[in-house]
């Protein structure tokens, strides 16, 4: 085992590693068409705005979604209406859970949401809990945003107050909870959410049944990010012919996507499924490989960026899923081999620590890919073994997420692969010129 090795080893559960592209709270949140149509931080303008949602009973709540074509945003894709049956069935309680913890660095779509339209959020989980006779909306808070903690905490305080039963129709009362996340990459994992809404270590845990069987205290758990429950709401409050306007007829609707490039703040985009994805960079960083779905994501070749439309169904079957929403494009004259680099030493450093692919494979990997970037000349098939042998061993998808992202690097960057092995860093030559 190299030094390098070694010591990431040694630093697994402290998260020593520092995220190489840290999105701060002062963002660019760009209008959008439905979610972020208009500032609506309190309550009061927010039901000016939306009125109250309809009360919909678990057929008709599912029914709704499944016209909508609507996905969880979280970055699985997993169809919304299937896992609210699931819940439905599971012959107890369900729970209903907020996951606005956001724990991808580069994304900062529900900080967007939440400075935005915090209420729409709120309203797509009581919804839910009304759909399913749930009587407990979790709402947990990311650690490493303070500003978005605070805000969305708010909002859930001023729904308490303001609308004591909790904004349902039905006579039943709403008890709302709030928990706050670690600072960790995995901390959003859904099992690691219910590890912290149980009290324990917010780190993911091998599990034999969806939380949406068999979730918080064994209680079918209904669980989505705070894009997903702010669509729930949104149809709930507008109705399904508007989201149909949206979009395309394939997948109606809209999304939000996180862009960060050098040089610029941070935006947050709302646009319409079936938009190019060249019309949201900055002109600056235009004909550069472009990384797609965050740090767990796959490198794009300029010429495949150039011509990619942001359609859920189209990029899956490309494989190269639009995951947590998020565009990092570093520019033409970019390193990727370096920040690929920054990237993995740092998810190795993030993950639990509990399962063999993370304690050995993650850092092992990590310096594979360090080696690839020092032209080390048996590193690319070290690192096509280890992405071969890492996905689906692990507790979690971290494991397979990290070797997704250093694997679509073999595949986008031979060249600059190549002139790394030759002493030679393409970027620096583009650089210069």
């Known amino acids: 085992m190299s030094t390098d090795t070694a010591a990431r080893r040694d630093r697994l559960v402290q998260g020593a590693v520092t995220s190489p592209l840290e999105v701060t709270e002062d963002l660019d949140v760009r209008p959008g068409p439905a979610l972020l149509a208009a500032h609506l931080p309190d309550l009061a303008a927010h039901r000016r705005r939306h009125g109250m949602p309809a009360v919909l009973d678990v057929d008709g709540l599912a029914a709704l979604v499944s016209a909508a074509g609507m996905r969880g945003r979280g970055g699985a894709g997993f169809p919304f209406a299937r896992k609210l049956a699931a819940a439905a069935a599971g012959g107890r309680r369900p729970v209903v859970v907020v996951n606005a913890s956001e724990g991808e660095p580069a994304s900062a779509k529900d900080a967007a949401l939440v400075a935005t339209a915090p209420h729409l959020v709120l309203d797509g989980a009581a919804v839910a809990a009304r759909a399913l006779g749930a009587r407990e909306v979790h709402v947990v808070l990311p650690g490493d945003r303070p500003r978005t903690r605070a805000l969305l905490a708010a909002a859930v305080a001023e729904r308490v107050a303001t609308e004591p039963r909790g904004g349902l129709l039905d006579g039943s009362r709403l008890r709302w909870q709030t928990h706050i996340a670690e600072p960790r990459f995995v901390a959003g994992q859904a099992q690691a959410v219910l590890e912290l809404m149980a009290g324990r270590p917010n780190l993911p845990v091998t599990a034999w049944q969806p939380e949406a069987m068999a979730g918080h205290r064994g209680r079918p758990t209904l669980l989505s990010n705070a894009e997903t429950w702010a669509h729930v709401g949104l149809l709930a409050c507008e109705g399904l012919p508007a989201t149909l306007l949206r979009g395309t007829a394939e997948e109606p609707g809209t999304t939000l996507v996180t862009v960060v490039a050098p040089g610029v703040r941070t935006a947050v985009h709302e646009v319409e499924h079936g938009a190019a994805l060249r019309d949201l960079l900055p002109a600056h960083v235009l004909g550069g490989s472009v990384l797609l779905g965050g740090f767990h994501g796959t490198w794009l070749t300029a010429d495949a960026a150039a011509d990619a439309v942001l359609s859920a169904a189209r990029l899956r079957a490309a494989g190269t899923p639009i995951g947590a929403g998020v565009v990092i494009a570093p520019g033409p004259r ?62 979690c998808a971290h494991p397979d997420g990290t070797a997704r992202l250093v694997a679509s690097l073999l595949r986008a960057a031979p060249g600059e692969i190549a002139a790394h092995a030759r002493g030679r860093c393409e970027a620096s030559v583009r650089g210069a010129a």
Do not use: K
Not at 360 to 384: F, K, M, S, Y
């Open 334 to 395: 970019a390193c990727l081999l370096g920040l690929t680099e920054r990237i993995t030493a740092y998810l190795a450093d993030q993950s639990a620590g509990r399962c063999g692919p993370c304690v050995n494979g993650l850092p092992a990997l990590a310096d594979a890919v360090a080696g690839l970037r020092r032209g080390q000349p048996d590193a690319a098939e070290r690192v096509a073994r280890l992405c071969g042998l890492l996905p689906g061993r692990g507790a």
